[in-house]
T-cell receptor, first 115, second 108 residues
Framework: DVKVTQSSRYLVKRTGEKVFLECVQD?????MFWYRQDPGLGLRLIYF???????EKGDIPEGYSVSREKKERFSLILESASTNQTSMYLC??????????????FGDGTRLSIL | DAKTTQPTSMDCAEGRAANLPCNHS???????VYWYRQIHSQGPQYIIH???NNETNEMASLIITEDRKSSTLILPHATLRDTAVYYC?????????FGTGTRLKVLA
């Protein structure tokens, strides 16, 4: 089974802090994704990466950056955390670049609160 | 990517089949239908996907109409642990669009 592991289930940070969310997958997948999930808005794609050191913006990249130095690890960075970034953050991975034939597999999420 | 329409909520008796419908009338020829579910406080769990043909795995069956404009996810013998929000997604690329899904409640 695919395993996508997010480093923290719950995280509390302060406004202005630099925040790192880590995600690791164990299936040698090419593609990794970061979403946020908010009530009434569903899941929204922040960034994704289709290869090491490669990244592309999703629908809501503002205020975030990402890092993929190794194939199995994809980090989401909040450069200067703000209260409107309080959310559930979900990481996913998939083997197929276009996501057509193989599904994305999700981690259990990090519930981030910015005070 | 095509959008989907699902009922907001459904109830199902434990042990009975749960049939969850999804409309995707604007689906394109190369777009797959995916189903996920999300149990409270967990990440979305992949269930099944298909392109044209009906599919079955150990969790569920997926029935796609011939015109591909709608599909039905079938949980053959629902249990209390199947209580979750079920999402139908149509995607031709990496870009999944999650709607609000169907909140399925399995009743004892």
């Amino acid at each position: 089974d695919v395993k996508v592991t997010q480093s923290s289930r719950y995280l509390v940070k302060r406004t202005g802090e630099k925040v790192f969310l880590e995600c690791v997958q164990d299936m040698d997948h090419e593609n990794m994704f970061w979403y946020r999930q908010d009530p009434g808005l569903g899941l929204r794609l922040i960034y994704f990466s289709y290869d090491v050191k490669m990244k592309e913006k999703g629908d809501i990249p503002e205020g975030y950056s990402v890092s993929r130095e190794k194939k199995e690890r994809f980090s989401l960075i909040l450069e200067s955390a703000s209260t409107n970034q309080t959310s559930m953050y979900l990481c996913a991975s998939a083997p197929d670049r276009l996501g057509l034939k193989q599904p994305q597999h999700f981690g259990d999420g990090t519930r981030l609160s910015i005070l | 990517d095509a959008k989907t329409t699902q009922p907001t909520s459904m109830d199902c008796a434990e042990g009975r089949a749960a049939n969850l419908p999804c409309n995707h009338s604007t689906i394109s020829g190369n777009e797959y239908v995916y189903w996920y579910r999300q149990i409270h406080s967990q990440g979305p769990q992949y269930i099944i996907h298909g392109l044209k043909n009906n599919e079955t795995n150990e969790m569920a069956s997926l029935i796609i109409t011939e015109d591909r404009k709608s599909s039905t996810l079938i949980l053959p013998h629902a249990t209390l642990r199947d209580t979750a929000v079920y999402y139908c997604i149509v995607a031709g690329t990496y870009k999944y669009i999650f709607g609000t899904g169907t909140r399925l409640k399995v009743l004892a």
